[in-house]
């Protein structure tokens, strides 16, 4: 599995190196200084887009990267497809002069990396890495190429029509990464996005050996909540909580909406000791927020393990533990933590 994710990255590297020689080619054969200009400047956005996926492709060489693809075989085969179209995409932009017919073999390439895969992957990398990634400015990339058509281009209806298509197309691409992984309530991860994140991490800290905790984190009598303040307060309520989670975990942490009213924290690496005192201080500091006007605490089961065998059963296992210490904690009074059956 390793192979196949370098595999991926190796692909993406060369089809934005690609995408770099083809508008340095346009750059060399415009007549005019200001399109030659346009299209050294597009070429060098892709020299940024190579050095990220350079850094990447590292990082996986030296199992820094989990597996992140749904379908990383298929995706594999159908990059190394593209890879053969830019190719032929190379050649033909060494003979381009004219204008339209560049901007038409550009859309061609900026089409290859508008997957929602690929969105889904710059979002990771970001949640879990606190990467810049080039989806963060990818939208800017487009319609700089609409603009500079309408400039220089002998526009058409086709090309106009073409160049608000491409533009829909990376919308649609990113909504789909991000219905896939967000929780747009709370903006953090959904359950499934939660889960696509903490399994590929939970691979690498069982290629590490490194230890893992999960905190399973309950809103206290959170239907009261609903039915004295009302749902739109409630809704407040959860928004709140998971900014305070948030605010009192490190950055390589991940947090999620588990279900309803429950948060769930994977850590790794990290030391059993640190996890109830980390516990301690997000229940103090729910517990003394001011930021609603609900007075609220939480209940919160801890446990820890390293990662053996089967990943899947283990991580289920972890997060079984930490939700029985969880029932332990509100079925003992509430507004506490609770690790090993022992209130923290």
């Not at 200084?33 to 940024?48: L, P, Y």
């Not at 905190?215 to 039915?227: A, C, E, L, T, Y």
């Amino acid at each position: 599995m390793e192979d196949v994710l370098v595999d991926i990255l190796s692909l993406c590297l060369s089809l934005d190196k690609k995408a770099s020689e083809i508008y340095a080619n346009f750059s060399n054969n415009a007549g005019n200084r200001h399109i030659s200009a346009f299209w050294k400047d597009m070429s060098s956005q892709e020299e940024e887009h190579v050095i990220f996926w350079e850094k990447i492709l590292t990082m996986a060489q030296n199992g820094m990267l989990p597996q992140v693809f749904d379908r990383p075989y298929e995706l594999r085969e159908e990059l190394k497809i593209m890879r053969s179209t830019v190719d032929s995409l190379v050649k033909r932009s060494k003979r381009i002069s004219n204008t339209t017919d560049a901007f038409l073999v550009a859309y061609r390439v900026e089409f290859v990396m508008l997957r929602p895969e690929f969105q889904s992957m710059f979002h990771f990398i970001k949640t879990v890495l606190n990467e810049p990634t080039p989806g963060d400015e990818y939208e800017s990339h487009l319609r700089r190429f609409v603009s500079a058509l309408k400039q220089f281009g002998t526009i058409s209806p086709e090309l106009e029509f073409l160049g608000e298509t491409i533009l829909r197309f990376r919308e649609v691409s990113e909504q789909l990464a991000l219905q896939s992984y967000i929780d747009f309530l709370t903006g953090i991860l959904n359950r499934r996005g939660l889960f696509n994140t903490v399994i590929p991490l939970a691979y690498l800290a069982q290629r590490n050996n490194a230890q893992i905790g999960i905190m399973m984190i309950d809103i206290d009598n959170f239907k009261k909540v609903n039915d004295t303040y009302g749902h739109q307060a409630g809704d407040d309520v959860l928004k709140s909580v998971a900014l305070m989670i948030k605010a009192h975990i490190r950055i390589s942490d991940i947090l999620g909406r588990y279900g309803g009213e429950e948060f769930l924290v994977f850590l790794s690496p990290v030391s059993p000791d640190y996890l109830p005192e980390k516990a301690e201080q997000i229940r103090i500091s729910i517990e003394k927020s001011n930021e609603t006007i609900v007075p609220i605490t939480v209940s919160i089961g801890v446990s820890s393990g390293r990662i053996k065998g089967s990943v899947e059963k283990a991580i289920a296992k972890i997060i079984k533990k930490a939700d029985t210490y969880l029932y332990v904690a509100k079925n003992s009074g509430r507004n506490k933590v609770v690790m090993k059956d022992k209130d923290t």
